[in-house]
């Protein structure tokens, strides 16, 4: 009698890291429970075919003048990125206060963000217009424990996107990030 095998789909297997696509679902301002951090936004995310939501974190430290306005930092590097990907047409202005474009003051960021581009933490997404690079994070100790990360670099789920996107992790890999 011949040995039977079930065939395997190509979507077979674990596909939760690596490049994935993924929903935004909202935005939490964390900011004023560290005081290292003048921007801390958690983002939760949904992935594609998971059950579970994980967050991207963007926080840092601003560098600032002497007499306290802001003249850059490593993080909003990182948050203008996030946002040109998104198309959010806000920021961070000289005196370290949220605001749009045409210089309106923004109280609560989260909110506008959530309201503005997510889809709401209670809603099941059915589109996944981002791309994420997730990753599990190596123990800061030997034998310690193992987390799941999502990188802050997202980009649209396209095929260009997908390709700046792998582009960008293996640089990073490749310079030990």
Known sequence: MALFKPT????????????????????????????????????????KGSDYTKSIRINGSLEKEPDGSVKGGSVLNRLYHFFGVLGVKAGINGKGDWETEDGKPIKDIAKHLTDNYAVGLKTE???????????????????GKVFTRVHHKINTNSVDGRKKLEDDMNWMRNKGY
């Open 8 to 47: 395997q789909s190509s979507n077979s297997g674990n596909n939760y890291y690596g490049i994935c696509d993924i929903a935004i679902l909202g935005f939490e301002d964390k900011s004023s429970q560290y005081e290292w951090a003048d921007i801390y936004l958690d983002v939760t995310i949904k992935q």
């Open 125 to 143: 997404p059915t589109d996944f217009p981002y791309l994420a690079y997730v990753y599990r994070e190596k123990p800061k100790q030997p034998g």
